[in-house]
Structures are given as C-alpha cells and as structure tokens.
C-alpha cells in the first residue's frame, strides 16, 4: 500500500505561483513513476507531469515552461512548481504514483485561478 498526501492548492489570481506538494508513505521504495493529474468541472482527468525513479520528467503541452515537477527523494515528497497561472488550470489536482500493475492517487488539492 501506498498513501499519498496533498497539500499547497487554494485560490491565486491569474498569473500568479502555487506549488503544490506530494508527500509518500508506505511501500514507497516499490513506486516507479510520481504524477500529477488535474480533473476540471465536467472534464476527465488528464495528465499535467510525471517524474520518474530515475529523474525523466514530462509534461503535458498546456503547462510546458510553466510547471515544473521534482522531488525531494529524503523527505518522500513530490512538487508541483505552477507559475504564470491561468484561469484554464482551474482544477482539481491529484498526487500520482505508479508501481508495477498498481497505482495510487491522493485525495486531491483544489486550485482556483481567478482571471
């Protein structure tokens, strides 16, 4: 079992900065990939970044050179750095992580981005 914890989201105008953090606990030593995912009002959940075990990151084309995941292996923690926000990264955000044939998801963080 893994348990995800999420914490950093609330309200920013647009153009403004939120991380975002992902702390682990549990079989941690058995995840692969970490992600963040982000679910707006009447849309699926899509993917916004990963990072994997070995530190190869990618990120969705919307928040390219905007967002920038890591993590801190010491602390089990994943970020989510957001910069330049918009008002269309209006969502819920949701903690990822993958192991071989299971996967985890936190409770979610909202973040509001007021235009």
């Known amino acids: 079992q893994v348990q995800l914890v999420e914490s950093g989201g609330g309200l920013v105008q647009a153009g403004g900065s939120l991380r975002l953090s992902c702390v682990a606990s549990?079989?941690?030593?058995?995840?692969?990939?970490r992600g963040w995912y982000r679910q707006a009002p009447g849309k699926q959940r899509e993917l916004v970044a990963t990072i994997t075990s070995g530190g190869s990151t990618n990120y969705a084309d919307s928040v390219k050179g905007r967002f920038t995941i890591s993590r801190d292996n010491a602390k089990n923690t994943v970020y989510l750095q957001m910069n330049s926000l918009k008002p269309e990264d209006t969502a819920v955000y949701y903690c990822?992580?993958?192991?071989?044939?299971?996967?985890?998801w936190g409770q979610g963080t909202q973040v509001t981005v007021s235009s």
């Open positions: 549990g079989r941690i030593f058995s995840i692969n990939v």
């Open positions: 990822n992580a993958r192991l071989v044939g299971l996967e985890y």
